[in-house]
């Protein structure tokens, strides 16, 4: 099996294959693309903690508007730097094998940028904001497309959506799936 299994003990593998959305092989094939981040610093100790500079260097994380708050949410110190565990963690999440529930939590938490457990109208202005980039919405154009958001997906009239809600929109939503999954 290579390099890669030389640091991974065969019930390491075993743990992360039952723990994750993965086969060992692909556990093994994850754990090249880690240390391919920072070689210098894997390669001499598989405990190694990446700083969210790093972790930002995977090609899918650099181009994704949420790349940073996707690494926060993974890291086990919630600062964004990533242990080789977070990142498992994260590529299983982000896996086709992943369940749509599981992405649907974890995308939930990435949206939810203040930590209150509700999307509310600043987490969706910045939603809408980073998925905008360069071509910003003018504040009454963005106050309007919250407010639509919120009349069609805020079932209990609270002024935000709760994971439920948000689940309701994810279920109708064809899409989720294929936006929501980093390919190896």
């Given at each position: 099996?290579?390099?890669?299994?030389?640091?991974?003990?065969?019930?390491?593998?075993?743990?992360?294959?039952?723990?994750?959305?993965?086969?060992?092989?692909?556990?093994?094939?994850?754990?090249?693309?880690?240390?391919?981040?920072?070689?210098?610093?894997?390669?001499?100790?598989?405990?190694?903690?990446?700083?969210?500079?790093?972790?930002?260097?995977?090609?899918?994380?650099?181009?994704?508007?949420?790349?940073?708050?996707?690494?926060?949410?993974?890291?086990?110190?919630?600062?964004?730097?990533?242990?080789?565990?977070?990142?498992?963690?994260?590529?299983?999440?982000?896996?086709?094998?992943?369940?749509k529930s599981v992405k649907a939590?974890?995308?939930?938490?990435?949206?939810?940028?203040?930590?209150?457990?509700?999307?509310?109208?600043?987490?969706?202005?910045?939603?809408?904001?980073?998925?905008?980039?360069?071509?910003?919405?003018?504040?009454?154009?963005?106050?309007?497309?919250?407010?639509?958001?919120?009349?069609?997906?805020?079932?209990?009239?609270?002024?935000?959506?709760?994971?439920?809600?948000?689940?309701?929109?994810?279920?109708?939503?064809?899409?989720?799936?294929?936006?929501?999954?980093?390919r190896l």
């Open positions: 099996m290579g390099q890669a299994n030389s640091q991974l003990t065969h019930e390491e593998l075993q743990d992360y294959q039952d723990l994750t959305y993965f086969t060992k092989k692909e556990v093994l094939f994850v754990h090249q693309k880690f240390k391919a981040l920072a070689p210098e610093k894997v390669g001499h100790n598989k405990n190694a903690k990446l700083p969210m500079a790093k972790i930002l260097l995977y090609p899918e994380l650099s181009v994704n508007p949420f790349g940073e708050r996707i690494c926060r949410v993974f890291s086990s110190s919630q600062d964004g730097d990533c242990t080789f565990e977070d990142f498992l963690d994260m590529m299983s999440v982000f896996s086709e094998a992943a369940p939590e974890h995308a939930y938490r990435i949206f939810d940028f203040d930590g209150d457990d509700m999307l509310g109208v600043s987490d969706l202005k910045l939603l809408i904001s980073k998925l905008t980039g360069e071509n910003k919405l003018g504040e009454s154009d963005l106050n309007m497309l919250v407010q639509n958001i919120l009349e069609e997906a805020d079932l209990d009239d609270d002024g935000a959506l709760s994971f439920a809600e948000f689940e309701h929109i994810i279920d109708r939503s064809s899409d989720f799936l294929n936006s929501f999954r980093i």
